[in-house]
């Protein structure tokens, strides 16, 4: 809830406003918890529908909830994927690479330097191009499989290697590398998303289309037992959440937001309607691309609603940032009720106890996450020396961007070449899906993602995805080195996890690093 509710975005953001823009505009507790009371929940209920797709029949990985998975059957004596590893080795290998990720976090808090590996040249690193040996990534890496990885590393020479050079040299984006306004990776950030929505929209069409005929062809001639007998839903229907519990959740959770928002902030009802909208379209690229990378591009998903808001509401700078953070709320919501369904589906888990689970947190959440608000607010400034909520002042700026400037210069033709490219795939798969050629396309999603982040985040993964495909190639036993490789992974991505914890105290205490 910090994150969705924008408690450490969106509601500083607004204290920063101007008396020009309608601000400065400083919630009280009771006006906090009807914000997070509006936007807690439709992101969850919209979830629910793209679990067949997105879980049963694509069979994405969303690694972190795979990892959940495995800790789980570990802890439990249980294996989900390792049949022919004892769960003794499964145990230590877990141990030995949850120490051994924590060891690597520890040092690299005290050696900064063991986080930003200079492996291309100090030059190089000024794009970003070092390496950042997280063992956490590369756990993520070897859950997301070498295919997206690679997808990922091409996205990364593309944006990172030849896009974000030409638009510095060329002086289309004269700011630092690293800004997300004025800099290359503002500049490049956009082709990124017109990549995710061209693939992510077109793909829906064409999964849209397909149900369609698929259900009016098994209807009318084999009848409706033919219908889904591929991919069949592994639960029984008791334990799948009904779909009026579904479609009633999100109307209500949809017209909760339109009256908390309402209320807080005057923004005309069309617009509030429009923003919940554009919040779970956008949510289906949000789940796509965790399930694929493991990464959520709220940020992203945020600035796309606010560029759109932008013409909805002209000089409405509150009104913009509230839709951005409509729009990742959802997203934030509903990825991580597909990370857990992703853990609940490899478990056997019932997904109407894990959806009834989830609203429950979501709810108490909201008061947990207000009160640690309010208390931090009444003792430090947010925004701050301390706590300097740096993301506050990207949504500020993108907001006043998106109202009195247009795109970056000459970025246009390229959002349009990229989102016209990536939106083919999908619609000649569908035409000719027995073609081995798009086996060998890479992912959009994972692509764009590979553009979204700096290349030190991608080159671990793809590390860790390459050493665990030559180690099965090579192999006598390559289902065996897969099966551990995934324990091993869990326990790089927990370990990091845990220490980081550790490392966090360190920090706000001020011991050891510089």
Sequence with gaps: MPLAGGFVGIIPALTLLNKEEGGPIVMSSSQLILWGLGIAFFGVFFAIPLRKQTIIKEKLRFPSGTATAQMISLLHKKSISAEEASWQTQWRCLLYSFLLSGFYTISSYFLPVLSQLPIFGYSAKNWNWFLTPSLSYMGQGIIMGLPTTLAMLVGAIVGWGILSPISYYNGWAPGPIDDAQTGARGWILWISLAVMISESLVSLGVIIAKEIQQRWRASSVYGEEAINCEDEEPCPPEQLVPSWVTYSGLSFSSILCVIAVTILFDIPIFATLLSVVLACLLSVLAVRALGETDLNPVSGIG???????????????????????????????????????????????????????????????????????????SVYTIPGPVFQAPTAMVWLDMSRLVNGHPLPPNVLPFIIIFGVLFSLPPILEARYPHSQLWRFLPSGIAFAIGIYNPPNYTLPRVIGALVTDIACRNNANPRLIQALSIVVASGFVLGEGTFAILTLGLKAGQVGSS
Aim: glycine letters at 14%; hydrophobic letters at 50%; a neutral charge.
């Design 303 to 377: 600035k796309v609603s606010q560029v759109i808001f932008a013409g909805v509401i002209p000089g409405g700078i509150a009104a913009n940032i509230v839709a951005g953070g409509i729009a990742e709320a959802g997203a934030q919501q509903a990825g991580d009720m597909m990370q857990d369904m992703k853990t609940g589906h490899l478990l056997h888990a019932s997904p109407r106890a894990q959806f009834y689970g989830q609203l429950i947190g979501s709810f108490v959440s909201v008061f947990v996450a207000v009160g640690a608000y309010q208390l931090y607010t």
